[in-house]
């Protein structure tokens, strides 16, 4: 669960830590920009390297919260960006996605009931909710890009595989 959760920062530690600093979100958009640049035919090895590099950039904070609450809260924004970005950006492509967010619900339960014991799961959804459609939307584009197809299509492919699709973004 540990690792779930770290794995979670590069996705969105911008949108759901509530003690990033305009600098940190700034330094953390530079991270994920090199990460992919380093790795622009490998999203899995970019979302890796990311992921290591901010969190270290994270450790070397001076924070008031634990590195548990941190990863919670970053886990939670992770977690609204599936949720409820990734059918919103899907629903401006006129594809509703019904089976998927129920799919990532599930597979993500654990780590989702860890974070909301950790810190107020309700209050950093309502914060990172009305950004999660932005920050889906790049990661569909390059799915779509890398599969060669429309956003669409995507978005009809990961509601037909939601299963699948969910324990992949998961990381299970």
Do not use: W
């Not at 990532?104 to 014991?117: C, G, I, K, L, M």
């Not at 956003?151 to 998961?170: H, K, P, R, Y």
């Amino acid at each position: 669960m540990r690792t779930l959760l770290r794995l979670a920062i590069v996705a969105t530690a911008v949108l759901a830590c509530s003690a990033c600093t305009p600098d940190n979100s700034a330094e953390i958009e530079r991270v994920k920009a090199e990460a992919r640049a380093k790795h622009p035919n490998d999203p899995v090895a970019a979302e890796k390297a990311g992921n290591d590099a901010i969190f270290r950039h994270l450790e070397q904070q001076k924070l008031s919260q634990t590195p548990e609450q941190i990863a919670a809260q970053v886990f939670l924004g992770y977690y609204t960006k599936y949720f409820y970005g990734l059918p919103a950006v899907c629903a401006e492509q006129g594809v509703k996605l019904q089976a998927f967010p129920q799919a990532f619900a599930t597979v993500s339960r654990s780590p989702y009931e860890a974070a909301r014991h950790l810190v107020n799961a309700t209050d950093i959804i309502e914060h990172v909710r009305p950004s999660s459609a932005n920050s889906a939307r790049p990661e569909l584009i390059r799915l779509s890009q890398s599969a060669n197809t429309s956003l669409a299509d995507a978005c009809a492919f990961i509601e037909t595989n939601a299963s699948s699709s969910a324990e992949g973004l998961a990381g299970c």
